[in-house]
């Protein structure tokens, strides 16, 4: 296990795989699995940036790249493959499927769930609760190879409790209310809210 100049600190209880790369001045807390291998792959290196900390429980499997300044909170759960960017904080008890991009600077809140194929563009930030999904038909036979992650576009904002179905796509600086259920396309620089939400005003600057 490669470790930055920096001697990173890693709890005695925490468990890191082989192919597991941190970066200086990393903080792995008591009870945290990293680079845990998944579906038989087993050779799948695991990056994760300098002063990075990832708080107790959390879960990090193989595949994932992960940029500096990264934050976990307890028990969040971080399936594989994955391209994290810098600045990135992920809430406790917050689950991210795999093969889902999140770039720089994106906050996610506590018990989010985010399925495979969603994409997080820079600055955006996901409330505690909220559930982006990717199966239109969750029970279809080709389900999985349909799914159709939501984009959620630089700098927009989704409120607390807050529902995103499939493929939909959150416009730049759009805002989301708080327990909304969002069923089409959000443009930029938009309010919305309500189930299904609806459009409430343009933001002016």
Same mark, same amino acid.
């Given at each position: 296990?490669?470790?930055?100049?920096?001697?990173?600190?890693?709890?005695?209880?925490?468990?890191?795989?082989?192919?597991?790369?941190?970066?200086? =001045?990393?903080?792995?807390?008591?009870?945290?699995?990293?680079?845990?291998?998944?579906?038989?792959?087993?050779?799948?290196?695991?990056?994760?940036?300098?002063?990075?900390?990832?708080?107790?429980?959390?879960?990090?499997?193989?595949?994932?790249?992960?940029? #500096?300044?990264?934050?976990?909170?307890?028990?969040?759960?971080?399936?594989?493959?994955?391209?994290?960017?810098?600045?990135?904080?992920?809430?406790?008890?917050?689950?991210?499927?795999?093969?889902?991009?999140?770039?720089?600077?994106?906050?996610?809140?506590?018990?989010?769930?985010?399925?495979?194929?969603?994409?997080?563009?820079?600055?955006?930030?996901?409330?505690?609760?909220?559930?982006?999904?990717?199966?239109?038909?969750?029970?279809?036979?080709?389900?999985?190879?349909?799914?159709?992650?939501?984009?959620?576009?630089?700098?927009?904002?989704?409120?607390?409790?807050?529902?995103?179905?499939?493929?939909?796509?959150?416009?730049?600086?759009?805002?989301?209310?708080?327990?909304?259920?969002?069923? #089409?396309?959000?443009?930029?620089?938009?309010?919305?809210?309500? =189930?299904?939400?609806?459009?409430?005003?343009?933001?002016?600057?």
């Amino acid at each position: 296990m490669p470790l930055g100049e920096k001697m990173s600190q890693v709890a005695e209880t925490a468990k890191l795989f082989p192919h597991v790369t941190l970066g200086k =001045n990393v903080t792995i807390e008591d009870f945290c699995i990293i680079g845990a291998p998944f579906r038989g792959q087993t050779d799948e290196e695991t990056i994760i940036g300098d002063n990075a900390i990832i708080r107790t429980h959390t879960v990090i499997y193989a595949g994932n790249r992960i940029g #500096d300044n990264f934050q976990t909170g307890n028990k969040a759960n971080i399936r594989e493959l994955n391209r994290i960017g810098n600045n990135v904080s992920i809430g406790a008890l917050s689950v991210l499927e795999h093969t889902i991009i999140v770039e720089d600077n994106v906050r996610i809140h506590s018990q989010a769930f985010i399925p495979e194929y969603s994409v997080l563009k820079k600055n955006c930030w996901i409330g505690p609760n909220v559930v982006l999904t990717n199966a239109k038909y969750p029970r279809s036979p080709k389900v999985k190879e349909t799914l159709k992650g939501a984009i959620i576009e630089e700098s927009a904002k989704i409120g607390a409790n807050s529902t995103i179905l499939p493929g939909v796509t959150i416009g730049k600086n759009s805002l989301v209310g708080a327990g909304s259920v969002v069923t #089409d396309n959000v443009q930029e620089n938009h309010i919305v809210a309500g =189930n299904p939400a609806v459009f409430i005003r343009k933001i002016d600057y």
